[in-house]
């Protein structure tokens, strides 16, 4: 019998994100992004890792949009509210660099099964 830290049969590791209900099921790698979130949720591309001083966990930057029943990039969306006091007069050069370093619009490129999404 397995222990509870050893990966599924495949090798995979499994780890648990919380995902806002109402978020959009994840799209195939390579479909258009529909802001599922899980991405961000598992861990910050380098831009949201710098903003969020962390390598692991969910980026700092992402935000929930009731609105849009959907996650967006805060760095994108919100550039204000998640750069620094000093870099704040740079949010929107900033924000357009962002939006070429993170490929937003490219596609998916998650490759992370999600299991229990409906």
Known sequence: MASADAP??????????????AAPTKP?????????GVCCLQEPCPVGALLSHK???ACDALRWSEADARYHCG???QPREVLPRWL???AAPISRAARRWIAAGIGCDCDTE?????
Do not use: F
């Open 55 to 57: 390598r692991h966990g």
């Open 8 to 21: 599924p049969p495949g090798g995979a590791a499994q780890r648990v994100i919380a995902i806002h209900p």
């Open 114 to 118: 999600v299991i229990g999404q409906a």
């Open 75 to 77: 760095l994108l969306s």
């Open 88 to 90: 704040r007069p740079l």
């Open 28 to 36: 195939a790698w390579g479909q258009p992004c529909n802001g599922c």
